[in-house]
Structures are given as structure tokens and as C-alpha cells.
């Protein structure tokens, strides 16, 4: 999947991500829940979760797979929104 961040404005990088996660979480009062995901989500979660361990999707994009968000505006946006459903 193609991803950007808010962290690195104006770029866009090709990263695999799972079709589909389940991650365990902590609620503040310290109980225990299950988050599942599918899809877009999935990633996203993945995504935010590669924050917390300090990396950003630069640092796991396929080499030669960084692109500006024009770049990803011509030539990648429609597979990304066909993922994306």
C-alpha cells in the first residue's frame, strides 16, 4: 500500500502492510481489549503503531518506492482507493 504521514509532508512510500491484524490494548483504568482490523484500517493501525516503536513509513518503504504526493496524485491514487474498498 501507498502511505504518507503528517510527519513527512509531501512525500508518499510503497510499504507492505497486513490484509488484516488483531492487537491487544490497554484501556487508561488498565483493562485489557482487543482491537481487530481489516483492509485500510488494518494499515492505519500498522501505521500508527510503527509510531510508537519511532519508525516512520520512510524508514520500511520498498527501495526506489518514495514518491512526492504529486507523484502518487498521477499515478498511484486510484489503486490506493481501490485497496481501499
Do not use: W
Amino acid at each position: 500500500i501507498v502511505e504518507g504521514c503528517l510527519s513527512v509532508p509531501g512525500m508518499r512510500g510503497e510499504v507492505s502492510r497486513a490484509a488484516a491484524v488483531r492487537c491487544t490494548a490497554f484501556r487508561p483504568d488498565g483493562t485489557k481489549f482487543v482491537v481487530r482490523a481489516e483492509g485500510h484500517a488494518a494499515g492505519t493501525l500498522q501505521h500508527e503503531l510503527d509510531h510508537l516503536d519511532g519508525k516512520l513509513f520512510p524508514d520500511i518503504a520498498f527501495a526506489g518506492r518514495l514518491m512526492t504526493s504529486e507523484s502518487f496524485e498521477l499515478h498511484e491514487k486510484e489503486r490506493f482507493f481501490a485497496y481501499a474498498n
